[in-house]
């Protein structure tokens, strides 16, 4: 009998002959394509298994002949999906990357889906695939297609799944694996990955074929590890680059798609949410919120067919996923503070919530509005009462301004115009920031127009003047320079 090779039982591409395991939820899935009339959505992280598991299934019941799966990944097959989408099918239809499809090829297969169940159709079932969170998108489509469909969510497999397949590939190759505790923490559940790293850990060892006599593969996790980082980073460094770099490099920005693509490696479902992400990380809210609420990171990403590859965005649900296994491989081992100095960016800002807030009399509204809209073009986080209108409602407005003026800002910035002292809200933010002067934490922008004497107290420290009776444009852009470069100068001092 012939030896079996390394990559015959640790496969890295197509379905493991010696190493498959059955994930926890392959006998509800069984069962789902058993019964007839109910069309099915799997879901899950990529590399877990969920495409392999309804492979296997279609093979112990027989129906290998007769099914093929389609992926919106491959332009050949959209004619296809397309024809599945319009009923001309008969059987099984099964769809992979179901998310990758467009919006009305999704709509169109969920009404389809709905029909078949009213119809309670046995003779066809659809059964699509695809990342945490597809069945929401499906749902959103058609709300009441919920209760008509199998919905079977794949998790990241448990560390003892994972053993099971490490010890199936011990047996075949007649080794022990010194290293396998870290193999399986760092799989982070998926089987590709620890197919991945015991490959990679046998190659190190010397382990290229099947034993003659049992052998222990003694190499260290970090050499295995290093050796796949060196590997990952010529794939995957220039897209994490391109991501976190956004439509623009702004070095003394605030660096919002850093945040949400660290978020995303620490992320145990390889998916987040980002409005959760947002509420869990108040101190980038300004930042990452308009990336996302102004559809930024939508057409960035849309603009981007290599990014697209690796990760995916659906705008309906703000859900973002990372779909390629080894790029969260990559991710999770990133330094991210080096990283972030590599790219470009002076700092990795985690602190304070504010670069700037704003305090300002009603009268200069627009005057506030243009400097505020002008930072936060720059990625740099501004704190102006119109933007926060949503979080202000029902609370003790006095209670909520005066955190933000006394140190969740690292500057503050008063427009100290001719109206300024007589309102009520300017005063109270002035007490709130009052005693930050002496930190250098102040940065006064005196009206022209405005007698000397009025804010005496304030002329000691450095400060912008600003002419009301002159274009109101070139001035604004001098100052969001100004405030800019002073970031900047922060950002590289800390």
């Not at 009213?118 to 969170?133: A, L």
Request: aromatic share 10%.
């Amino acid at each position: 009998m012939d030896k079996l090779f390394l990559e015959q039982v640790f496969t890295v591409a197509g379905v493991p002959t010696y190493t498959y395991v059955e994930p926890y939820e392959y006998n509800e899935l069984l069962v789902a394509v058993r019964t007839p009339g109910k069309c099915i959505v799997i879901e899950g992280p990529s590399g877990i298994g969920k495409t392999t598991a309804i492979i296997k299934i279609l093979h112990q019941l027989h129906f290998e002949e007769e099914v093929k799966i389609y992926s919106a990944r491959k332009e050949q097959d959209m004619p296809v999906i397309q024809r599945i989408a319009d009923g001309n099918f008969k059987g099984i239809a099964i769809v992979d990357d179901f998310h990758r499809l467009p919006n009305e090829l999704q709509s169109k297969i969920s009404d389809l889906m709905k029909i078949l169940a009213d119809e309670r159709d046995e003779t066809r079932k659809i059964i699509i695939i695809g990342i945490n969170k597809v069945g929401n998108a499906l749902v959103t489509f058609s709300p009441d297609l919920n209760n008509r469909i199998s919905t079977i969510r794949f998790e990241a497999n448990p560390d003892e799944k994972v053993n099971e397949l490490i010890e199936l590939g011990e047996k075949y190759l007649n080794i022990k694996i010194n290293c396998k505790a870290e193999v399986i923490k760092h799989s982070f559940g998926s089987f590709h990955l620890a197919q991945l790293l015991c490959q990679k850990t046998c190659i190190l060892g010397g382990v290229i074929e099947e034993q003659e006599q049992p052998k222990v593969v003694c190499t260290s996790y970090n050499a295995v590890e290093n050796s796949l980082i060196d590997d990952f980073a010529r794939l995957y460094f220039d897209a994490a680059k391109t991501f976190v770099t956004g439509k623009k490099l702004r070095r003394s920005g605030r660096a919002p798609y850093v945040h949400i693509l660290k978020w995303l490696s620490e992320s145990d479902t390889w998916s987040i949410s980002l409005r959760h992400e947002i509420a869990k990380h108040p101190n980038q809210k300004a930042s990452v919120s308009q990336v996302v609420d102004k559809g930024f990171l939508e057409k960035f990403l849309g603009s981007s067919p290599d990014l697209q590859n690796y990760i995916y965005f659906n705008p309906l649900t703000e859900t973002l996923s990372v779909e390629d296994p080894k790029f969260m491989f990559y991710l999770k081992s990133l330094n991210w503070n080096s990283f972030v100095l590599s790219v470009g960016y002076l700092q990795f800002v985690t602190e304070p919530r504010y670069d700037f807030a704003l305090s300002f009399a009603g009268s200069e509204r627009r005057l506030a509005k243009m400097i505020a809209n002008r930072l936060n073009a720059l990625d740099i986080a501004v704190f102006y009462d119109k933007n926060e209108q949503a979080d202000i409602l029902s609370q003790d407005v006095e209670d909520y301004l005066a955190p933000i003026y006394q140190s969740e800002a690292l500057y503050v910035v008063p427009l100290l115009s001719k109206n300024y002292p007589a309102r009520v809200w300017t005063r109270i933010e002035s007490s709130a920031f009052k005693s930050r002067f002496r930190d250098n934490a102040v940065i006064p922008i005196w009206f022209a127009d405005v007698d000397e004497g009025m804010f005496d107290e304030t002329r000691k420290y450095g400060g912008i003047v600003f002419a009301p009776s002159k274009d109101s444009t070139p001035q604004v852009e001098q100052i969001v320079s100004t405030l800019q470069e002073r970031i900047a100068h922060f950002r590289t001092e800390h």
